[in-house]
């Protein structure tokens, strides 16, 4: 058991342009959420899945931004047509079910800068 | 809705002093509560969690906290702070599968 992994730890990228970051979970773990945090801020809910199943989306996540997780393994989020708002560390967690009695696990984060 | 709210956005405290970190929760229903510690351009590590278990929870690192239901608080403590412990600590409830944190509290340690 390797914890969560998230790549790449670091992205810089021009405004207008499409990212993608992959999150693997701990591997037994059937549950994946994706989190925003801006600086000097708590993480925010974007979305989670069970297994390959999107079951909640924040309203933060906008039209521009999409999560899969196609075999219920790994996930990715993709944003197209970066905004200098979208600069955040992008974290992902995983639990087994019911995550609030074991615990969420996160990764060490996807930190993003739209220049 | 269930939120928590930190008090205190930075703490300084002396090596060896205690360490207080205040939470308070808003709840409708029983909460499940839990402390993350942030190192720098790192993740969150769990420190401990409330799950309507015992009301004092022990975690790591010397952290302990305790449930009281009648002040709707969750303070982090530990007796003696180490410079390890310096660090952006979270408070954060569970709403079905989703954790709403607060704002955070930095904790410097002074030698």
């Known amino acids: 058991d390797t914890g969560v992994s998230q790549d790449p730890r670091h992205k810089i990228t021009k405004r207008g342009q499409n990212v993608t970051f992959r999150c693997d979970p701990i591997?037994?773990?059937?549950?994946l959420y994706w989190y925003r945090q801006t600086l000097g801020q708590g993480p925010e809910f974007l979305t989670y899945?069970?297994?390959?199943?999107?079951?909640?989306k924040s309203r933060l996540l906008s039209d521009r931004f999409s999560a899969e997780r196609p075999k219920g393994s790994f996930s990715t989020l993709e944003i197209q047509r970066t905004e200098q708002g979208d600069s955040a560390m992008y974290l992902c967690?995983?639990?087994?079910?019911?995550?609030?009695?074991?615990?969420?696990?996160f990764g060490s984060g996807t930190r993003l800068t739209v220049v | 809705a269930q939120s928590v709210t930190q008090l205190g956005s930075h703490v300084s405290v002396s090596e060896g002093a205690l360490v207080l970190l205040r939470c308070n929760y808003s709840?409708?229903?029983?909460?499940?509560l839990f402390w993350y510690v942030q190192y720098p351009n790192q993740g969150l590590q769990l420190l401990l969690k409330?799950?309507?278990?015992?009301?004092l929870v022990k975690g790591i690192n010397g952290f302990e906290a305790e449930f009281k239901k009648s002040e709707t608080s969750f303070h982090l403590t530990k007796p003696s702070a180490h410079m390890s412990d310096a660090a952006e600590y979270f408070c954060?409830?569970?709403?079905?599968?989703?954790?709403?944190f607060g704002e955070g509290t930095q904790l410097t340690v002074n030698p």
């Open positions: 967690a995983s639990s087994q079910d019911r995550g609030m009695d074991y615990g969420y696990t």
């Open positions: 591997s037994e773990h059937n549950r």
């Open positions: 899945f069970q297994n390959e199943a999107q079951l909640e």
């Open positions: 709840s409708s229903v029983p909460p499940y």
């Open positions: 409330y799950t309507s278990a015992a009301t």
């Open positions: 954060a409830v569970s709403r079905g599968s989703r954790l709403t």
